[in-house]
């Protein structure tokens, strides 16, 4: 099981582009979240995919827009790059039936010049 | 809102000393629990989950803690090691819907 997979690992982006990052959850689960990290914090909350549709989502703009596909893989789009939107992006997934534990990825460091 | 609160921010110890890391919530209608490990650059390693219903877990020298009603959750690592040294956080869920609501981490550097 090789566990959950991010890609890029590295990615650098100018000011104004637009990015997106890919994410291949655990095998069995079916439920893929994205947090955003800055250096020092907490990973915050973007949003949550079930059913190739947007759950939840957490308090970031509509530049930031996601899709699950049918083999439960997810995509994060971000457009219009802004230097804040240099973090480490994390993607998390886990099996809704128990509601269980959360795995992550090794994360993409995004940096926007 | 759940906030999630981690003290101290940063932690040294010698090898071989026990490790206690300190995990607040204000919301006790919490579903479940998680500790993670965090090394420099690198995404999140699970080591606990702890269910709303259960006091504790326990894992080789890791044990985790569950006080829902008074918002705390404690993880305890026996004998550290310099291998130890990374940021640990916590996370609780609300429900099995639910995001995880992040603490800002312990900082943790065990000394040879």
């Known amino acids: 099981d090789a566990g959950v997979t991010q890609s890029p690992t590295h990615l650098i982006k100018t000011r104004g582009q637009q990015v997106t990052l890919r994410c291949s959850p655990k095998?069995?689960?079916?439920?893929v979240s994205w947090y955003q990290q800055a250096l020092g914090q907490g990973p915050q909350f973007i949003f949550q995919?079930?059913?190739?549709?947007?759950?939840q989502r957490g308090n970031f703009p509509d530049r930031f827009s996601g899709h699950q596909f049918p083999n439960y893989s997810s995509e994060l789009n971000v457009n219009a790059l802004l230097l804040g939107d240099s973090a480490l992006y994390l993607c998390?997934?886990?099996?809704?039936?128990?509601?269980?534990?959360?795995?992550f990825g090794q994360g993409t460091r995004l940096t926007v010049v | 809102k759940q906030e999630v609160t981690q003290i101290p921010a940063a932690l040294s110890v010698p090898e071989g000393e026990n490790l206690v890391l300190n995990c607040s919530f204000t919301?006790?209608?919490?579903?479940?629990l998680q500790w993670f490990r965090q090394d420099p650059g690198k995404g999140l390693t699970s080591l606990l989950l702890?269910?709303?219903?259960?006091r504790e877990q326990t894992s080789g020298r890791l044990n985790a803690s569950l006080d829902k009603s008074s918002g705390r959750s404690t993880l305890y690592i026996a004998a550290s090691q310099p291998g130890d040294s990374a940021t640990y956080l916590c996370?609780?869920?609300?429900?099995?819907?639910?995001?995880?609501?992040f603490g800002a981490g312990t900082q943790v550097v065990v000394t040879p």
């Open positions: 998390a997934s886990s099996f809704i039936g128990t509601g269980a534990e959360a795995f």
């Open positions: 095998s069995g689960h079916d439920t």
């Open positions: 995919y079930y059913e190739e549709e947007e759950r």
């Open positions: 919301d006790s209608a919490i579903y479940n």
């Open positions: 702890i269910q709303s219903s259960q």
């Open positions: 996370a609780s869920k609300t429900d099995s819907w639910g995001k995880l609501q």
